[in-house]
């Protein structure tokens, strides 16, 4: 039997903001020793009262606008009831009946190139929980509560993802509009981003939805794919072999490759939602709805565009630039720096050609440093300015794509101007007819079994010549060389 495979995500997401969701601890996730951000107010000690993040609660509003959602007149918060040992009230303040966005939608790019619209059912607000973070040797669980009231958004979607790829993609995309909207950092590896993947297969054709499945807390994207593919294929032999699959939460045991059981699935009903009562409904300013819808950035979507459209970028490298924001912006600038010099040298000021070598160098070369250093491109010595100034060089053919390589490792180590560098160790490319004739003429004259050799076909032989006139004339550009060699040779 055909099985139709229906996904439905919740993706948690720590919201970038100073304090905590209810207190005014701090809200920072690098710190590594435990217990220090926390206060009577997130630890739930009796008689301690929450008051509203605005800011988490701004951050929410923006995301729903981005998402083209509907943003809630009123809303309100509610306990959510339920025992972990990392949870310090024994419930958490959440929002269930009434979120702060409902409705919207979230394109993708299917594998055959056709758009998809996966639908958003609500993105609302509530806190996180502590960490356990278990001891194997001494077979104790030790308690950080430094994440405890984390302000953290939720969004579910419909059940509207077809595959793994898909849940992916949409995984891939929100983060970047999170990243882009300063929402959220949405880093995975530390936990400010969670996937978890409700997943049922049902006979194809079918109206009812088969039993779903969830997967629990994956921190990768890569795991969330192998994940939910993993657990499609064991649902369907389950399914085949006439066994029904059981309604109940799994997590993801990377080392064996498999989902694991973890436990039931609760409903809602278990978890015993009722108004928080310490909250008063938060009511929604309409003209600030309106002013923070106005203030939304420019989106990765239509950044991307942009980049394809207006700068003529190819698109895999224009994906490549949008999927980190500082990356994109420094980009940009670098184009700015790079219309003044093609206007400023009366040449076209949209040549593309200048704009797709930045493109590129910032993708490999660039890119490359950036990560085996560790550094952030936004505190990496090398400013876009300096940057537009060596690409400009390169598309002169003032200098080599192997100089450019080492000027800019150097710029990118020690800050240098490139133009200083360049002047120091004569790395200047040598490009007048006038200059290099002598050269030439003396390398034929010298290799003159070589130059017949070429005449008479053989091709190899002037690869030969080029790099003895490149020895003899230090810093020759080898495509005007190779020109010069063939026009002798021809007469």
Not at 245 to 264: A, C, I
Not at 403 to 414: D, I, Q
Request: proline share 6%; aromatic share 6%; net charge negative.
């Amino acid at each position: 039997m055909n099985y139709q495979t229906t996904i439905g995500l919740e993706i948690h997401a720590e919201l970038q903001t100073r304090t905590k969701m209810f207190c005014d601890s701090r809200n920072d996730s690098t710190e590594t020793h435990p217990n220090v951000n926390i206060c009577p107010i997130c630890m739930g000690h009796p008689g301690t009262l929450p008051v509203i993040n605005r800011d988490a609660v701004t951050k929410v509003i923006a995301v729903g606008l981005a998402l083209d959602g509907t943003i809630a007149k009123e809303a309100h918060f509610e306990r959510k009831n339920y025992f972990y040992p990392d949870l310090p009230k024994g419930y958490q303040i959440s929002q269930y009946a009434e979120p702060l966005v409902s409705g919207g939608g979230l394109t993708i790019v299917r594998a055959d190139g056709t758009i998809k619209r996966v639908r958003i059912t609500r993105v609302h607000l509530e806190e996180d929980t502590g960490r356990s973070l278990h001891e194997p040797k001494t077979k104790t669980t030790l308690l950080d509560f430094n994440r405890a009231g984390i302000p953290l958004m939720e969004l579910v979607t419909e059940p509207d993802i077809a595959n793994a790829v898909e849940a992916r993609k949409f995984a891939e995309k929100l983060q970047l509009i999170l990243q882009y909207l300063s929402a959220s950092d949405a880093n995975m590896e530390k936990g400010q981003m969670r996937i978890e993947a409700n997943v049922s297969l049902r006979p194809a054709g079918s109206p009812t939805l088969g039993t779903k499945v969830e997967l629990k807390n994956i921190n990768s994207f890569r795991f969330d794919e192998k994940a939910i593919e993993y657990e499609i294929s064991r649902q369907r032999e389950l399914l085949e072999s006439g066994k029904p699959v059981r309604q109940e939460t799994r997590g993801w045991d990377e080392s064996k490759g498999v989902t694991v059981p973890q436990r039931t699935k609760e409903e809602s009903q278990d978890y015993r939602y009722f108004p928080e009562p310490d909250l008063p409904p938060l009511e929604i300013d309409r003209a600030r709805v309106e002013e923070l819808r106005a203030g939304l950035p420019e989106l990765p979507s239509e950044k991307l565009r942009r980049f394809r459209e207006e700068f003529g970028i190819e698109p895999k490298l224009a994906e490549t630039l949008i999927r980190e924001r500082e990356l994109a912006s420094f980009f940009e600038k670098t184009v700015s720096e790079l219309k003044e010099w093609l206007s400023s040298t009366g040449k076209k000021p949209h040549d593309p050609r200048p704009l797709q070598l930045a493109a590129n160098y910032l993708t490999t070369d660039v890119a490359k440093l950036l990560t085996n250093s560790g550094t952030p491109i936004q505190e990496s010595l090398v400013s876009p300015e300096n940057f537009a100034e060596l690409i400009t060089y390169l598309a002169e053919n003032r200098i080599s794509s192997k100089t450019a390589k080492a000027v800019l490792e150097e710029m990118f180590s020690s800050g240098v101007d490139p133009s200083v560098f360049i002047e120091e160790h004569k790395l200047w490319q040598v490009s007048g007819r006038e200059t290099l004739d002598a050269a030439v003429e003396g390398v034929i004259a010298a290799n003159a079994k070589a130059a017949a050799d070429y005449q008479r076909g053989k091709i190899t032989a002037l690869q030969f010549l080029v790099g003895q006139v490149m020895k003899e004339a230090r810093g020759a550009n080898p495509e005007v060389v190779r020109k010069l060699l063939e026009d002798k040779l021809r007469d």
